[in-house]
């Protein structure tokens, strides 16, 4: 690449990035009305709604944006190199038989939530579970879907649509939280399957709003099996070892959740569990507060993390198509130097305001000052380990550029024991939830520097004086961060009116980010001044 060439990888990282900012924000008024409607601590239809959520987003993140947009991408890349009219006939193939397979899946879903229903029905709470996740299922279908349409937007280098796409969910869900719901439900429970609904409806517009980009790109549905028949066996067989290898923090929080299901008391239950005589270790509400807990560290994660990763892929599976490791691991470098002084300090400061964004995003309605203050124990456990959740699909996709699935499988399969192990140890402690968290935060720590060596060592090699400098700088930046932050929140006024509380967030975090800054670029850091002018170094 020419110096002073705008690097495709910045410029698709800070075109995602904006949209996915524009999708957070939203997200954060779709959780605050949400919260208000559902509660935590006070009832369990937040917990069966919030579990039932997470099904979906699970298989979105495992076969939407997950392991198949991981092995349909670079053959889809390559085919479109090679052939655009193949190109079309594997996208419609694949988007076809994704559709039957996922419509399959959904009927023998239903059923089997029936079965359990009839079975199990009498546990307490078991009925609305069921019957809220029989609801959202079908957005499994059309979430993913969705998902390989924005891929085929990707593979065309085209990033604004994809960007803006997830802010239909949020979109549609504050407008069934706020228009419909309190208007035409009577209960919380019929609240619930209100905001069900919209998730459902949501995923509808987020197929429609990408067809008429996909069209202007010359797509047409034009099924050719024969055509796309060996494209289609490559995807087939790298989809399952990637099926792991990439949602293993998914897979963890998912986890997370069950065992917060599992294992909180509720007020009308007992209060032990009884093949253990133990009192339950947690209380009711605590899948809530993992869930809306895990909602805040997402936002650097998809602000920063997922937004690098998005634009670095197509990247990768090129120059490892022409066999150019050395400017695969200098790409990879790169990647990771903007993710090390973007997610640094972003984990850091949701740490240090955790307590105050939880009670201006949250606290309203049925969601008390109790469940806040559990909220911002669980955002500070999570946070902890945004650095890793932001680099770790990066260094997977480059395993998978590479046409190694198997690394990345072998070593996700034992970060799920791990955290797993860690879960049932440390929600004893007086952590309870905020344990669970806790423990995906070092299961993703581990999982990265595990992964980031062995790609380095095997695969392409790193450019590690690079990284340590931009580390050093980002640590020593972020310090000084973090000392205006605590400084600017201790003298910001308190109190109960919104406007306080918008403030006592607001000013630190700018004043954090300004100061950041211009600490990063007395160091010598040049990654920010990447990202505005979108040229490497």
């Not at 924000?25 to 579990?51: C, E, H, K, Q």
């Not at 199990?120 to 059309?142: D, E, F, I, K, Q």
């Not at 993913?144 to 994809?162: D, E, K």
């Amino acid at each position: 690449m020419a110096r002073g060439e705008r690097h495709p990888l910045i410029t698709g990282t800070v075109v995602t990035s904006l949209g996915t900012l524009l999708s957070r924000v939203l997200g954060m008024l779709r959780d605050r009305a949400t919260a208000s409607l559902l509660g935590a601590s006070g009832s369990p239809v937040a917990d069966a709604f919030v579990i039932a959520f997470r099904i979906p987003n699970l298989f979105r993140r495992l076969f939407g944006e997950g392991a198949l947009t991981a092995s349909y991408l670079p053959v889809l890349t390559a085919q479109l190199e090679k052939d655009p009219r193949v190109a079309r006939q594997l996208a419609s193939v694949v988007v076809t038989w994704l559709t039957i397979a996922l419509a399959v899946l959904v009927a023998a879903g239903e059923l089997l939530f029936w079965l359990v229903a009839s079975v199990w029905g009498n546990v307490p709470g078991m009925n609305m579970l069921l019957g809220l996740s029989a609801a959202m299922l079908p957005y499994l279908l059309l979430i993913c879907v969705a998902a390989q349409l924005t891929t085929m937007l990707y593979a065309a280098q085209h990033f604004t649509v994809p960007a803006l796409t997830p802010a239909m969910l949020n979109v549609v869900m504050l407008a069934a939280a706020w228009g419909v719901a309190p208007r035409f439900a009577p209960n919380e429970v019929a609240q619930a399957y209100v905001l069900a609904a919209g998730v459902v409806v949501a995923g509808v517009s987020q197929i429609l709003v990408q067809l008429p980009m996909l069209r202007r790109l010359g797509y047409r549905f034009d099924y050719n099996w024969a055509a796309a028949r060996q494209a289609t066996r490559q995807i087939a067989r790298n989809l399952a070892p990637m099926l792991v290898g990439l949602a293993v923090t998914q897979i963890n929080t998912f986890n997370d959740s069950l065992v917060a299901w599992g294992l909180a008391v509720s007020p009308s239950g007992p209060q032990s569990i009884g093949w253990l005589g133990v009192r339950y270790p947690m209380k009711q509400g605590a899948a809530a507060v993992l869930y809306y807990g895990e909602r805040f560290y997402e936002v650097p994660v998809g602000i920063v993390g997922m937004s690098v990763a998005v634009a670095i892929f197509p990247l990768l599976a090129r120059h490892a198509a022409r066999g150019d490791r050395r400017q695969l691991g200098v790409d990879m470098t790169l990647g990771l130097r903007l993710l090390l002084c973007l997610s640094i300090p972003a984990g850091l400061g949701l740490m240090l305001m955790a307590q105050p964004i939880a009670r201006l995003i949250l606290q309203s309605g049925q969601f008390g000052p109790e469940d806040t203050a559990r909220a911002a124990r669980a955002i500070a456990c999570y946070s902890s380990a945004v650095w890793a959740y932001c680099a770790a699909p990066v260094v997977v996709r480059g395993f998978y550029a590479l046409n190694d699935y198997g690394t990345p499988l072998r070593l996700a399969a034992w970060m799920v024991v791990l955290n797993l192990l860690l879960n049932f140890t440390l929600i004893w402690t007086p952590m309870e939830e905020a344990g669970l968290a806790l423990s995906t935060a070092i299961a993703a720590a581990v999982q990265l520097v595990v992964l980031t060596a062995i790609f380095s060592r095997r695969r392409a090699s790193l450019g590690w004086g690079q990284l340590a400098a931009t580390a050093v700088r980002t640590l020593l930046a972020s310090a000084v961060m973090a000392a205006t932050v605590y400084f600017t929140l201790e003298r910001m006024p308190d109190g109960d009116r919104l406007s306080h509380q918008a403030i006592r967030v607001c000013v630190p975090i700018l004043c954090g980010a300004a100061v950041y800054c211009g600490a990063y670029l007395l160091l010598g850091g040049r990654e920010l001044g990447m990202l505005l002018t979108g040229r490497s170094d």
